[in-house]
């Protein structure tokens, strides 16, 4: 039985509403960083790899990966592209040789920390401009939407 007492068609109306506007967002905030960064902008897929290793020091390639709902093959090819540019370096493991971990590059915790607080200055900027009311609603959501994003996400399931 649904958690929700809400209508399927009220469901559906948030559902669409969802994907309209959050991808929206996403590329609103990524249009400003790219004009506005002193440097070249990098691939989504590059630049979520870069916020995860900063985030677990010393993942492996294969946790990356999961964790970022992408092929093993393909994190390694981002890791190839990053290591080429400086900005992530690989560390054999010191029991099976096999395994890599991943290490930002000071370049790439510049970097990665310039483009957050771009963002955050943008959304800082943003919230600003909006009524007591809606600030209110969207602190609200946060925590409905990373559950709705924990549902989703398949290691859930």
Known sequence: ???????????RRIASG????????????????VQDLPFPGLPDGQLALLRYVAE???????????????????VSALVTQLAAQGLLER???AVDKRVAHLHLTAKARRRVAEVDSLVDGYLVE??????????????????????LAQRIHPAAH
Do not use: E, F
Not at 1 to 11: L, R, T, V
Not at 18 to 33: C, E, F, G, M, S
Not at 63 to 70: F, G, K, S
Not at 127 to 132: G, K, Y
């Open 1 to 11: 039985m649904p958690a929700s007492s809400a209508s399927g068609q009220d469901i």
């Open 18 to 33: 969802l994907t309209a506007v959050l991808p929206a967002l996403h590329r609103a905030i990524d249009r400003r960083v």
């Open 56 to 74: 677990h020091d010393g993942v492996t390639v294969r946790a990356a990966a999961d964790a970022l709902l992408v092929k093993p093959n393909n």
């Open 91 to 93: 560390r054999q493991d």
């Open 126 to 147: 943003a919230l600003h401009a909006l009524s007591d009311g809606d600030l209110d609603a969207i602190g609200s959501a946060l925590g409905a939407l990373r559950g």
